[in-house]
């Protein structure tokens, strides 16, 4: 049962109230161990998220019902759709990125690079010509969220995978994590939790230009850059201190909606795309905006 939560909302410019709603969070379920990667299936009406370290894919019904999607999982963190309407999933325990087909059988589509094994792929994003971006910190080979192993790479890296196979876009992230693209896919937003900023990419047919520092999360409260979103004005989510982060197009911070827990990432859903569920630990809250989001497919 959906319960409210006593959350404030810090307001860093008034042009926040046109952004969010001034609703309370609510409490969805909770229980889990550490929630990750939600994303909203639209024909469907349903939530599908990640339990890490219980190794496990849920999913939330329209009315509010949780189910099992995927057990075991291998410590599956970030979810995307493709095009076409199949999930994408990153996995710790495999350093695999994986497809899921329609006959429920997973294809890997990337878990090497150069001949050695990837970190451990955290979250991933789909362009809307199909291209592929994730990125590949080292937090699943370690035993806090993952499986304890050595590294084969000596770096961390952001990704694409299209037509040209799979290339490293960048290594110079010291901790990549959340990403997201921007309304028209000219740029590439990247939270490097280790350094406690957000970059931004341009992307370019042969790489990536650019990088700049698009802006800090700062503040008060545990939680680190992390799950990172744009809704359909091009204002930019981030998880960070205190709660969920919210950015204008240009970077400057509106404010903060204030989350109890640690807060590790995002999705809009239900059928105006303007709630936005919020995996935070042990619980997946929900809050309403008043500008959606964007489908994932």
């Known amino acids: 049962m959906t319960t409210e939560v006593v959350s404030a909302v810090e307001v860093r410019d008034p042009r926040l109230h046109d952004v969010v709603a001034d609703e309370p969070l609510r409490r969805v379920v909770s229980g889990f161990r550490f929630l990750e990667g939600p994303v909203w299936h639209p024909g469907e009406r349903s939530l599908v998220f ?65 001949g050695r094994e990837l970190n451990s792929p955290n979250d991933v994003v789909v362009a809307r010509d199909g291209t592929i971006y994730f990125t590949d910190p080292t937090y699943g080979r ?5 499986v304890p192993r050595a590294r084969e790479l000596p770096f961390c890296g952001v990704y694409r995978l299209g037509e040209r196979g799979l290339e490293l876009l960048t290594d110079d992230v010291e901790g990549p994590n959340g990403l997201c693209l921007s309304l028209d896919e000219r740029y590439l937003f990247v939270a490097d939790t ?13 790489g990536v230009v650019g990088g700049e520092i698009w802006a800090r999360t700062t503040g008060t409260g545990p939680g680190v850059p992390d ?39 995002f999705t809009w859903g239900d059928d105006d795309l303007c709630t936005l569920y919020i995996c935070a630990s042990t619980t997946l809250y929900r809050f309403r905006t008043r500008v959606p989001g964007l489908p994932a497919f």
């Open 194 to 206: 280790e350094r406690m900023h957000i970059r931004r990419f341009e992307l370019t047919e042969s």
């Open 227 to 265: 799950g990172l979103k744009i809704d359909s004005a091009g204002n930019l989510f981030s998880c960070g201190p205190g709660g969920i982060h919210v950015f204008d197009p240009a970077g400057a911070p509106l404010g903060v909606i204030g989350v109890p827990e640690v807060t590790a990432n």
């Open 142 to 146: 370690g035993a806090s969220y993952g």
């Open 50 to 114: 990640s339990d890490i370290l219980a190794a496990r894919l849920s999913t939330l019904s329209a009315d509010g019902e949780v189910s099992v999607f995927r057990d075991p999982s291998h410590m599956a963190n970030g979810n995307a759709y493709d095009r076409q309407g199949r999930l994408l999933t990153c996995e710790h325990a495999t350093s695999r990125l994986v497809r899921q087909e329609a006959d429920g059988s997973l294809e890997t589509l990337a878990d090497r690079y150069r």
